[in-house]
């Protein structure tokens, strides 16, 4: 099966991140059938997916982008059901974004294994519950992977895609090269081995652990904070990443002069960080303190900040991506 012809892609459970992929999928020449156990359904999914249609990398170009969304359904490009087993009959990809809830996930891939074409890829967009846990209930565990986007996947361009030990490497090749179709700015990368939380997410929680922990102890303020990041690693990092920096960070010597140089001072640091904890009554003082600063700092996102923290993560990697000096 070829990445680069039109897939039949079923979509299970449209909350954010499943708009947001919806929309992803249908930026392409796609069939996208769409199911969710919800009530409103139709009438959510009328209401919330011109939202995420609309945008300079989307198919939305007119001021009422619920038009597309009846144009959508109209072509058959986008097709609406009252079932698992009928959402799934023709597919050749379906992904899952469910609740973060292993029996669910289990159940779930165990009914979509009886229901889907052999052939038909599986993908779960959780943020922690590996494939390997997910895939007991299966016959063939062979089909299931995680593909974990960053929130929102219509707009943030990686995908870590996890295999488990079982996984085919066929099937992990072609999530691959699902999302690296020329044209797209999705940057999907392997994750070789199975591990809590993935890379991207372990990566963003030590850094909020820390943060936490500097506002709990009364070095900074949660908004201070904010700043500190964005007018330092945020920029530093996205242009070259954390070993590349620090690469250039050591001059002549690299990386290995840096961390020469700078291993004290490191160690210091890494001995003196703090972990608190986030559940139970332990983390009661700190959550507080800085749920309270947050809400004061930036109190509750409207639907026109939202649009315009999009709109900016958007030239954000528009720059990331071009090439200078040419």
Known sequence: MSTTSPQRITLIGLGTIGMSMAALHLTR????DVFDPRPDFVDYLIKTLPGFLAGPNSESTEPQPEKVVAALISSGRLQIHSSLESACASATIVQEQGPENLEFKRSTWKKVESMAPASAHFWTSTSGIAASKQQQDMQDKTRLLVVHP???????PLLEIVPSPETSLERVEFAREYFSIPGSRHRPVVIRK???GFVGNRLAFALLREACHLVQEDVVTTGDLDTILMASLGPRWAGNGVFESYQQGGG????????????GTMQNVWDDQGRVNVLGEQGTEWKEKVIQQTDEAYGTQTPEQTREKEERLREFIRIQTQRFGE
């Open 29 to 32: 020449d796609n069939v996208v």
């Open 252 to 263: 002549e010597g690299g990386i290995r002069s840096f961390l020469d140089k700078l291993g």
């Open 150 to 156: 960053f929130n929102p996947p219509h707009i943030m």
């Open 194 to 196: 199975e591990i809590p």
